[in-house]
């Protein structure tokens, strides 16, 4: 029950206002960020490399107001690839962005954010990675799967995201299933009406494993992001019966998620991407984690009283 109240409260600014001045915040918001500037992420990515684990790197923020927020988000991802480029870690480490943080909602944000998008894509493959567009909220995918659709004529690495408690998504599994097409497989974070969207946990699992056959059935090249023990052994059971390797799919996890098994699936030969976030505009992503496990809510309160 607490989930959707806290995805609510994820969307208000006088709740931003009141978690971010909290006490005890910052303690907590460490666990699932890893910090806020490049200079702090670039060791994490390195100490990953070292434990055998690959990193998608995702400057937080997103439903931004103004043009000029949507060109400081581009001119962030294009520090952090500068970086990533001087230290020579650019296989390692890929990136996610939302658009919604590349002007995506503004007027005339399809074309705005395709036109802050772009250098970013190009400036990740200039170093030999690339880019995998997040998926917001069900009302802004048809422009997000144009957008991806649009840069893959010229980077067709770059990758997009599909949310397994759409009533959609098994027919953008299918046309996301061609060769060379990079699709992460997530249950999905927002809250979202029933019109469109399962609600029961069961439902969207049972949706999460229908759309995972259909990806491992087909030409592209999967990637699961769940921390769900179960989905991960079906996952490695429908590969196996699909007669993938173990370099033909990744599994994805987020930074501060049940790292044991992040190393346990590394060790066994799994690609493991680590979903690492950073940057200070970390409210709205830092309300889904807690949206996803209440028992981080409480942990939170605690953090508040006992400071
Ligand atoms: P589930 O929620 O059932 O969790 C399984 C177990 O994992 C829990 O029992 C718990 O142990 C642990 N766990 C999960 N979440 C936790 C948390 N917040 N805190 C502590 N423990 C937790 N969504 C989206 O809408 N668009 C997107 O682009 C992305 N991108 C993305 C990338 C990657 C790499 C991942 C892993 C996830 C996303 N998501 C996402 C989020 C996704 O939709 C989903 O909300 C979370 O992954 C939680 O779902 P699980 O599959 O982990 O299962």
Known sequence: MLGPVILAASRSDKMRRFVSAAP???????????????????????DAA??????TLDVVGEDITTPEQATAARDA???LIQHLADLGLGTKAEM???????????????ELAIANVRPVVEAAAAIGTTVTL?????????????????????????????????FRTEDDARRLSEAGSRV??????YKEPTSVAYQDKAEIDKAFVRILKILMEGDG???????????????????????????????QMLYGIRSDEHLRLAAEGHRMRVYTAYGTDWY???????????????????????K
């Open 24 to 46: 005890g915040t910052k303690q907590v918001v460490a666990r699932f960020i890893a910090g806020e500037t490049v200079e702090q992420v670039v060791p994490i990515v390195k």
């Open 184 to 189: 992460r497989i997530v249950k999905g974070a």
């Open 77 to 79: 991802y294009l520090e």
């Open 50 to 55: 070292a434990k055998g684990l690959e990193v």
């Open 96 to 110: 996610s962005v939302k658009l919604s943080m590349f002007g995506q909602a503004l007027e005339g944000g399809h």
């Open 134 to 166: 997040d998926a917001e909220d069900h009302t802004t995918l048809d422009s997000m799967f144009a957008i991806h659709e649009e840069l893959r004529k010229d980077f067709p690495q770059t990758g997009c995201v599909i949310q397994a408690y759409l």
């Open 221 to 251: 090249y999967p990637m699961i992001g769940s921390h769900d023990p179960r989905l991960i052994a079906i996952t490695q059971d429908l590969a196996h019966r699909a007669g993938r390797k173990l370099d033909e799919y990744e599994f």
């Open 284 to 306: 709205g992503y830092f309300m889904r984690r807690l949206a996803e496990k209440p028992a981080n809510l409480l942990f939170f309160l605690r953090s508040m009283i006992t």
